[in-house]
């Protein structure tokens, strides 16, 4: 359902200095999945999503959604397309506007989309049942409420006209560890409810891996890794992925899926302003070679739907 081709974004800094923020991405995401996007923060992963949806332009590459290529259409052809493809970013606090209610904010966004004011009431009730909160909030203000309840409200606010993609951007980071599990199953049994796919922001290994099918694994800018959630434990080849999970927090549950040989990430996190010639995980690898910085690897598929950026593999 979304196809996304060699897309790059670089922002330019004073002095005539840039930063390649996405540096050819491309993957494609399959109605009901959930695709997850991983790696250390300035990575990308943001803009990356902005990009899809287009509220960043982007300096080169596709975007295709359902077959059609949205980076050539004009703003007016794109805007009635938006209802389709919708976002829910990291801070709730912020997603609201502190002067309107509640009721009020997710009523405007069904006029947008042409509701009438009665299936919009309607549409917005059903939708709070869904999200577990009671129609009294409709009256609040957003600062009376929690990162919580924002946070469910922002997801109703997106789901509202039905879109078949949604891109969580690291829905839970700004919320209790305790909230954090509830948002996760609401997230999930919305998603399979809707039949509706998602792309899943995480700076969290540990999250990605248990929530999302699939996962990319990004690191300046670039995707190293492309593989199931299910092999991350036995058949990660990068061993950025693999230094990712040895630092991730471990559960409980995936306990006996440790794998002894990674070792924890070390080194501080890259500076984007250096450009770096070939591998950009190269000097901080635990494995690197002198040729792996000669050039920047293909991604290269290991084997099928296992898509691995490394001269070792
Ligand atoms: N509007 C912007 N102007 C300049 N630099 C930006 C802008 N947005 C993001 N960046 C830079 O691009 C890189 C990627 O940022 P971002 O996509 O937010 O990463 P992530 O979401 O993975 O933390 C970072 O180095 C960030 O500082
Ligand atoms: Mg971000």
Redesign the pocket.
Known sequence: MLEVRDLKKY?A?SGGRR?R?VDGVSLRVQENEILGIV?E????????GRLILRLIEPDAGQVYFGGEEITCLSRSVLRPKRRTMQMVFQNPFSSFNPKIRIGAALMEVCRYYGMSIPEGRERIERLLRDIGLSSDLLNRWPGELSGGQLQRLAIARAIIAEPSLLIADEPLSALDVSVQAQLLNLLDDLRASRSMAMIF?SHDMTVVEYFCGRVAV?YLGVIMELITAAELSRNALHPYTRSLRASAPRLDVFKDSVEESATPIHGETPN?HVLIKGCPFAPRCPQAQPFCTDALPELREASPGHWVRCSLF
């Open positions: 922002f800094l930063i923020a790696g923060s300035g990575c990308g992963k943001s803009t990356l922001i990004m984007p």
